[in-house]
């Protein structure tokens, strides 16, 4: 497993990142990325504040940050700023004064390995405010479900998981 936190700056934007290599084909770390009503069930840093609103691009979502396992919620509303299907969702936040990004990055690195990078930068008068004191927590939170999500794909549960889904949608194109 390799996990590399960074903290680097990016056109003097304060930048977080950490990436794994996952165990499974781009399409499955994909679809366990998109499908925030399931979050629930591996994420403990994201949460789905609203089930029925779909990631698409241009569509504002809402979702509760908890950057410690054991801290309080902090409500976000991010517009969805890019999505290509099995390569990149990317978000953006805003409060006045700060903005954030956050990027999810899927590659391949054979067919049945992916590379994932999830990546925060920070923007904004407010960031040096902001950034001191949520900094550690924050990393620590992406870092979280960074494993989460890499022991989510790989189980077996979830493969099964999967098939299932197939063989219900196969008998019913029928």
Same mark, same amino acid.
């Given at each position: 497993?390799?996990?590399?936190?960074?903290?680097?700056?990016?056109?003097?934007? &304060?930048?977080?990142?950490?990436?794994?290599? =996952?165990?499974?084909?781009?399409? $499955? $770390?994909?679809?366990?990325?998109?499908?925030?009503?399931?979050?629930?069930?591996?994420?403990?840093?994201?949460?789905?504040? !609203? &089930?029925?609103?779909?990631?698409?691009?241009? +569509?504002?979502?809402?979702?509760?940050?908890?950057?410690?396992?054991?801290?309080?919620?902090? !409500?976000?509303?991010?517009?969805?700023?890019?999505? +290509?299907?099995?390569?990149?969702?990317?978000?953006?936040?805003?409060?006045?004064?700060?903005?954030?990004?956050?990027?999810?990055?899927?590659? !391949?690195?054979?067919?049945?390995?992916?590379?994932?990078?999830?990546?925060?930068?920070?923007?904004? =008068?407010?960031?040096? $405010?902001?950034? &001191?004191?949520?900094?550690? !927590?924050?990393?620590?939170?992406?870092?979280?479900?960074?494993?989460?999500?890499?022991?989510?794909?790989?189980?077996?549960?979830?493969?099964?998981?999967?098939?299932?889904?197939?063989?219900? +949608?196969?008998?019913?194109?029928?």
């Amino acid at each position: 497993m390799s996990l590399l936190p960074h903290f680097s700056t990016f056109l003097h934007m &304060p930048t977080l990142r950490t990436e794994i290599e =996952i165990n499974a084909p781009r399409s $499955v $770390v994909w679809e366990a990325l998109i499908r925030k009503d399931e979050w629930r069930r591996w994420n403990t840093f994201l949460f789905d504040g !609203d &089930p029925a609103l779909r990631i698409c691009q241009g +569509q504002e979502i809402f979702l509760s940050v908890r950057r410690l396992e054991d801290d309080e919620f902090t !409500d976000i509303e991010p517009l969805i700023t890019l999505v +290509q299907p099995q390569v990149c969702l990317r978000w953006v936040a805003r409060t006045p004064g700060f903005r954030s990004e956050s990027s999810f990055e899927l590659q !391949d690195l054979s067919p049945t390995r992916t590379l994932y990078s999830h990546q925060e930068r920070f923007k904004g =008068i407010l960031s040096n $405010v902001f950034l &001191p004191f949520i900094r550690q !927590d924050e990393k620590q939170g992406i870092k979280r479900m960074t494993r989460q999500l890499k022991r989510y794909v790989e189980r077996r549960e979830y493969r099964q998981y999967r098939k299932e889904k197939r063989d219900r +949608q196969y008998r019913s194109s029928l």
